[in-house]
DNA sequence: CAAGCGACTTGTAAACAAATGG
DNA sequence: CCATTTGTTTACAAGTCGCTTG
């Protein structure tokens, strides 16, 4: 048994242990797949539920009647308020009519869906109230498909794959004040598919009576199928899950180039200091920029095209009208006030202070522009990644955000574990390190719904423990009580049993006020993000292993899966 | 060196499944 | 047992970054 544990360990870890994967590029000798699941076709609505212009019903072909269904399954959805997802749906939606339709419709406004809607309510309403059986046999169907395609075999492992159901058709959703929502996102056929996969290999066959696009055999590549999407005409693939070879070595590649920048980061730190002081423009911005992606782990910012996306920024694109400074606020001196739209039009709000020459330099670059012009002028991401290359192999912007993170975590840990609190006590401690990180990260999530509401109902079981932990030490005092006066073994066991209902008593509420703590602090605060992209899942299997936490705590399944590796690796004493 | 493409990682929302409580 | 709540998984959009081309 332990001869094919490590049998295993060695074929999966090879590469980790021996060199990076391949010398010359190529991720992989042999691939072989089943191809992927097409969106089901399209089914008519029945007779009954009608689509009404103008008061008046109205049958539309099937292209356009499927079009309209996007529409109308979205009818709750803020979306379809909005007047530019409107324009944008109305505008494809008749590109998909026939030429008779196309001359009726012509205002959205008269267009009513709410049959159709009512009808997908009611589908769904139907599908919530199946019998056991039916959900079974649809459960059973998945798996079934999950088993067939769902898996490839890459060189000598059965492994996982990410995502092999190809995107149905549907409204474009774009984030924040998107340009594009509302568009028709157009059926996906196999005409449109690239299949990668071994020469060797057993090629996946096009659904009868279809071909693919092209069917090639690319070993310096991971995807296994891609297609190009009608939106912003890029490509969409098909990959392997995080758990495996590929995406684990990747990942902890990732991670070992973070700890090379732990060992140069001070280095680079005076570096960046000194060139503050620059004679040259172009090298104080790059300076000052690389100082805002260290210290506040902004993202590199690359150019967007405008009117192609929502308008958002990153630390290279920041614009004059992102940053205000103050010379003085309340007590500090030089703070500088960043308010901008991030990666998913997230807000980052936050006022630090910073170095004088910081503050002089910005002063600076604000010199004759207008709110709307670039902060960094003399900077893009492309010039900033040459120099951080030259300052370390493999150094780019990113690598600071995984660098401070994962550090963060680590000195968090440090910080916040007391070996004598109990498990419930060590894991708020951990999701307290791990929110410090979010908070750098700029992980924010909008406080759930339901949030007042859970948060009473802990209250209230809270309250309820505590009437019960009162009642549970009233019966112990009274037990006690009573041995004193009897002596005897019958009461002497009672104690016992009493003090043990009061010990188990104390714990449960305990941990529900743990809970309470840990719900509260997380109100507007993402872990998930952080945890899954950014923290050294060594550190967190370390620590588990030196404070004695089952690792199932602070990691689920899915995620135990993909830090396979850090699991199998790290041991107590691992250092970031 | 700007523009654009390609491949990959990172991010949130929504759907779904499991757990909990009335 | 069902309804509600909570945790997990999926979907897919939106970033980063390297490379090519003109």
Redesign the pocket.
Known sequence: KIVLFLRKLFNRYHSFLFSHGYTDGS?WRFLEHKGPVFAPPYEPLPGNVKFYYDGKPMKLSALAEEVATFFAKMLD?EYTTKDIFRKNFFKDWRKEMTSEEKSKITDLNKCNFSEMNEYFKAQSEARKQMSKEEKQKI?EE?ERLLQEYGFCIMDNHKERIG?F?I??P?L?????D?PKMGML?RRIRPEDIIINCSKDSKHPKPPPGTKWKEVRH?N????LA?W??N?Q???K?I?LNPSSRI?GE??WQ?YETARRLKKCVDRIRNQYRDDWKSKEMRIRQRAVALYFIDKLAL????E??EGE??D?V?CCSLRVEHIKLYPKMDDQEYVVEFDFL?????RYYNKIPVEKRVFKNLQLFLENKQPEDDLFDRL???IL?KHL?ELMDGL????FR?YNASITLQQQLKELTCPDDSIPAKILSYNRANRAVAIL?N????PPK?FE??MQ??QT?IDEKQNQLSAARKQLKAAKADHKASHDEKSKKAVEVKRKAVQRIEEQLMKLQVQATDREENKQI?L???KL??LDPRISVAWCKKYGIPIEKIY???QREKFAWAIDMAEKDYEF
Not at 172 to 176: I, L
Not at 342 to 346: R, T
């Open positions: 991720k959805h459960k998945n995502n159901r995107e149905p549907g474009f959703r774009g984030r924040g998107h996102k690319d310096k590549v991971t995807w891609s190009t999407e939106i005409g890029s490509i693939y990959m995406k990747k990942d990732k993202r590199a910012g690359n967007k095209e996306t929502a958002t990153g991030g990666k998913d039009s997230i893009n991401t492309s990644n290359q780019t912007a990113k690598v995984t990260c992980h924010q999530r909008a339901t509401k859970s109902n802990l079981k993402a998930g993000t952080s992209n950014y689920n399944k899915t």
